[in-house]
C-alpha cells in the first residue's frame, strides 16, 4: 500500500538522492556520481509503485544498498586519490547522503518485512 511508513522513507530516498545527482550535475568530472545517484533515485520510485510484490521490493531495496555501498567506495577512493588527500574540503554535506539513504532504505526494509509478517500470520487464520 502506498500510505505506509515505508513509502515515506522510499520517497525521502528517491527524493534526496536525486537532489543530489543534480548538485553532483553542477560539478564538473563527477558523472560517476551522478549516474549511480540517479540510479538510486530511480529503483527508490521503482520500489515504492511496486507495493504488491513486497519481495521483489526488498530486493530492490537491497540492489540500492549495494548500490549506495559502492557509491561510498567510490567516493572514499576518490577522495583519497584527490591531490590534496583526505584533508582537501572537496566534498561537503554529498559524502554522507549515501549513508542517509542506507539508514532509510535498510528502514523501510524492516517495515516491509514487518508487512510480510503480518500478512503471513493473517493468512495462518483463514
Known amino acids: 500500500m502506498i500510505q505506509r511508513i515505508q ?3 522510499l520517497t525521502i ?8 545527482g543534480f548538485i553532483t550535475d553542477l560539478i564538473p568530472d563527477d558523472w560517476i556520481d ?3 545517484l540517479f540510479l538510486i533515485g530511480l529503483l ?4 515504492l509503485f511496486s507495493f504488491k510484490k513486497r519481495k521483489i521490493q ?3 531495496n537491497y540492489l540500492n544498498i549495494i548500490i549506495n555501498v559502492m557509491l561510498i567506495s567510490y567516493m572514499v ?4 586519490s584527490s591531490p590534496g588527500g583526505v584533508l582537501s574540503p572537496m566534498k561537503g554535506v554529498e559524502f554522507f547522503v ?3 539513504l542506507i539508514i532509510l532504505l535498510a528502514m523501510a526494509n524492516k517495515y516491509i518485512n514487518k508487512d510480510e509478517k503480518l ?3 493473517v493468512d495462518r487464520f483463514r
Open 13 to 20: 530516498t528517491g527524493i534526496l538522492s536525486l537532489v543530489a
Open 34 to 36: 551522478m549516474c549511480l
Open 98 to 100: 549515501p549513508v542517509l
Open 44 to 47: 527508490s520510485f521503482f520500489s
Open 7 to 9: 513509502s515515506i522513507f
Open 58 to 60: 526488498m530486493k530492490i
Open 77 to 80: 577512493y576518490h577522495l583519497l
Open 119 to 121: 500478512i503471513k500470520s
